[in-house]
Nanobody, 123 residues
Framework: VQLQASGGGLVQAGGSLRLSCAAS????????SGWFRQAPGKEREFVAG????????SYADSVKGRFTISVDNAKRTVYLQMNDLKTEDTAVYYC?????????????????WGQGTQVTVSS
């Protein structure tokens, strides 16, 4: 199983980015998935999750209304659309997957992890 995260970059505050997480060796019809992020000097935190086959989503309060997680089962890819980015969104973003129906917010619940993609938001 491999998860390949991409789409990070440098953007000004108020801008948008879309992160992608492409999977090989598993189908998102069988797993729930999540996006997490880790800023320098901080612990990794939950950003958004999507249940198996896209049957429900959840978000951290800090990103509600700005970020949207979605899945394309045919492409085996999970996306994180990030709008109205703020400087505090700067972090390395990781995608993760777990063989469970519901996407949980604790990172210990996820077995498979992507390599991370850097998002930097400038003021």
């Amino acid at each position: 199983v491999q998860l390949q995260a991409s789409g990070g970059g440098l953007v000004q505050a108020g801008g948008s980015l879309r992160l992608s997480c492409a999977a090989s060796g598993l189908s998102f019809r069988d797993v729930s998935s999540g996006w997490f992020r880790q800023a320098p000097g901080k612990e990794r935190e939950f950003v958004a999750g999507i249940n198996r086959s896209g049957g429900g989503t959840s978000y951290a309060d800090s990103v509600k209304g700005r970020f949207t997680i979605s899945v394309d089962n045919a492409k085996r890819t999970v996306y994180l659309q990030m709008n109205d980015l703020k400087t505090e969104d700067t972090a390395v973003y990781y995608c993760a997957a777990a063989f469970r129906g519901i996407a949980l917010s604790g990172d210990v619940n996820y077995r498979y992890w992507g390599q991370g993609t850097q998002v930097t938001v400038s003021s």
